[in-house]
């Protein structure tokens, strides 16, 4: 379709000269949801996978934060790991984009990461377990008590008492027990998701389902996560992982705001010293600040690892991984890319990881509309300029 200059097209590009099926770069760096490729920092990867592994081995607490410049692969890293977790059975996993105003937004959003039907699915998955006490049935797991009480082989009304009674000493918060136990009827459950979400319900809707309070500050945030995860080890699991990314969003806030989160997010780790790992992404003045300001809660992260710009061999690491996701043959390596083309992209990235990304996929657009065989520094100075 032409108009005035404009030539809009859905005709893929063909990228077979260079034995490939796509190009393997992103057009906008902005990282996976699950990364098929990681940006190769072997001490980050450590650090990483100790503080998870920590975690998965022993039950006990561990956190960790991620500094870096922007565009070095900080949000690439949380996400990385989080995918190396999040399919797990026996840990609940949420991702948390930036800190917004307060700890009840990161509550908020955690818990909106993790999902309804997870949440629902967890709500029967204790029912369950009641239900193996009280009744004579035995279900397994989440689908066998939804089944049971779908066929009216097990009335609700037989387990809810016990069930929210037992859910609130094991909480100690008997309106969150109610609102988890609220998540398997059909004309509450939504109102339930949203008291549990700290979206905010009114008070006849909170009254149908015999909550007295709402979660709506920071204190009661806490307080609902703490449940949440003593719910969890209850059920067997072995914790939760928390990733937080752009936590530097925090340095945006008042100052009051922000010692309110940092206070909170500290009462959390102190309230939880097992069954749960935080992993923060934060820019490293904004840390450097939090680290000389805010004591008690910089020292209860306790660990720190820092990415740096790429080196060469990172580079061309990086560079190779990316292509192998794409090649229709069997070869390796840098190819359409060479040795000059990649140490201008190095030197003119200055080893910025979004940018090495930004630069390999507009050089081999590039190089595919002027039919090259070769990715040279030619058409990477193109890219530069373009």
Known sequence: MTDDGFTITDDERDYSQYDLEQNPFPYSPVPDEDPEVYCGQEHVAEAVSDTVSTL??????????????????KSHTLKYARSLVRDREDVLVGYVAQPGEGFLDIYHE???????????????EFLASVAQDVTEMNPIGAAGMKSLIDEGEVLLSELVPTAIQRLSDITKFADFARAIIHMVYEDTNLYAWQ???????????????EIHSALDDDTMGVRAF???????????FTGVFVFIDEFEAIAQLSNTDKQATLNSLRHLMDQNGSGLSLLFACAPEVWQNVMSEYHAFSERIGNEVALQPLTKDDLTDLVGNYLQTARTDDT??????????LNLIHQRSQGNIRQVLSLCGQAIDQGVEEGRHEVSPELVEQALSS
Request: aromatic share 14%; proline share 1%.
């Open 332 to 341: 390796n390596g840098i190819n359409p890319f060479n040795e000059e083309s």
């Open 226 to 236: 703490t449940s949440f995860r003593n719910l969890l080890l209850e059920l067997g």
């Open 110 to 124: 955690f818990v909106y990461d993790v999902g309804f039907d997870r949440v629902q699915k967890i709500a029967y």
């Open 56 to 73: 998965l081995a022993s039950g006990k607490s561990k956190h960790l934060v991620i500094t870096g410049k922007y565009g070095n692969g």
């Open 195 to 209: 008291w549990l979400t700290a979206e905010g319900i009114r008070y006849e809707q909170r009254k149908e389902m």
